[in-house]
């Protein structure tokens, strides 16, 4: 009896470890999978990222060089070049003064594909830490960006925008948006003896000064948004 006693129970202990090693392996089987598809999640997480960061990318360069012309059309109009070119034409055509007076841009890069990772927790996914770390930085940039351009549309609002209306005859301006019109009647505005103009001359520094902080800050966003896609196109080729 003692010695069936032994046999069942090495039996009975046989049994045990067979069944947790089964389990143990089941449970290995399980998590390897359930890795293989996170990581599968984890490269569409990462491909619809790098996606939108070009396209914003493409955005960017654009929107600073906008911003770039603005301001050249500023510091011509102003006559503060640094090497200004004696033989150039003084002529301050209505279409350079309206541009650089009128124009402003307020848009930024879109990052949908984020935000919406983001809404959906799906960013949980990406393991690697510099990318989330980068993304926080990128909208560290985004909000900087944002304060400045909501900064200079304020002021163009409250003040530059006067200059339009109360200092210049508005109506030639428009010549390039409605081409039917006739301005032969019209008055021509001297745009050099505005420009001698203390107040409007202060007007288009502030604004100048703005765009070149505007340009500033889009060009560190360009800068993060081009070091993000070096990361993620690194971490999708391995």
Do not use: C
């Not at 107040?199 to 800050?217: E, P, S």
């Amino acid at each position: 009896m003692e010695n069936k006693t032994g046999k069942y129970f090495k039996y009975a202990i046989g049994e045990i470890v067979l069944v947790v090693i089964g389990i143990l392996i089941a449970l290995g089987i399980n998590n390897w999978n359930e890795n293989r598809k996170d990581g599968i999640q984890e490269k569409i997480v990462l491909k619809s990222l790098l996606e939108n960061l070009e396209l914003a990318k493409t955005q960017s360069e654009l929107l600073i060089a906008s911003e770039k012309t603005l301001k050249n059309s500023l510091i011509r109009i102003l006559e503060i070049e640094t090497h200004p070119n004696e033989n150039s034409n003084r002529l301050i055509p209505d279409s350079v003064f309206t541009s650089a007076v009128w124009d402003l841009q307020s848009d930024q890069p879109t990052f949908n594909a984020y935000s919406n990772l983001k809404n959906t927790n799906k960013l949980s996914l990406v393991k690697d830490k510099r990318i989330n770390e980068k993304f926080t930085d990128l909208e560290f940039k985004l909000n900087q960006l944002n304060d400045v351009l909501e900064d200079r549309l304020s002021v163009h609002q409250i003040r530059i925008d006067d200059i339009l209306e109360k200092d210049v005859n508005f109506i030639p301006l428009i010549k390039a948006n409605v081409p039917e019109l006739n301005i032969e009647n019209e008055t021509k505005n001297d745009y050099f003896q505005l420009l001698t103009v203390k107040r409007v001359r202060n007007l288009l520094g502030m604004k100048l000064t703005f765009t070149q902080d505007v340009i500033n800050r889009r060009e560190s966003l360009d800068k993060e948004i081009e070091a993000l896609i070096t990361i993620i196109d690194n971490e999708l080729n391995e």
